[in-house]
């Protein structure tokens, strides 16, 4: 019924910048919670960040002062710019939708995209 569609991953050199994108498509009202999490090999998938309807944001530690989640509610679509890539960065970025209100009146909770590599190397 709804999906999530990450877009902008690849390869960047420490220091760099990169910006993800999340389309959500299917029969939307709209979305509630819409965030970002990450996983390295042989992590656990960790928040980086989260954005609300009223674009109330909060951010993982390791994030703060470098990323900035933003989101379209128009579009149904969320961004990540991450600036001052490290190589700790480096991981899959999943985007996740909470708490979505479809036209039916059904409300869907805690859908996941497939993920997008982020690689941050020299």
């Known amino acids: 019924q709804v999906q999530l569609v990450e877009s902008g991953g690849g390869l960047v050199q420490p220091g760099g910048s990169l910006r993800l994108s999340c389309a959500a498509s299917?029969?939307?009202?709209?979305?509630?919670?819409m965030g970002w999490y990450r996983q390295a090999p042989g992590k656990q998938r960790e928040l980086v960040a989260i954005i609300v309807r009223n674009s109330t944001t909060n951010y993982g530690d390791s994030v703060k002062g470098r990323f900035t989640i933003s989101r379209d509610n128009a579009k149904n679509t969320m961004y990540l710019l991450m600036n001052i890539l490290k190589p700790e960065d480096t991981a899959v970025y999943y985007c996740?939708?909470?708490?979505?209100?479809?036209?039916?009146?059904?409300?869907?909770?805690?859908?996941w995209g497939q993920g997008a590599q982020v690689t941050v190397s020299s």
């Open positions: 299917g029969s939307i009202f709209n979305i509630y919670a």
């Open positions: 996740n939708a909470n708490a979505v209100l479809l036209t039916s009146a059904e409300i869907i909770t805690n859908i």
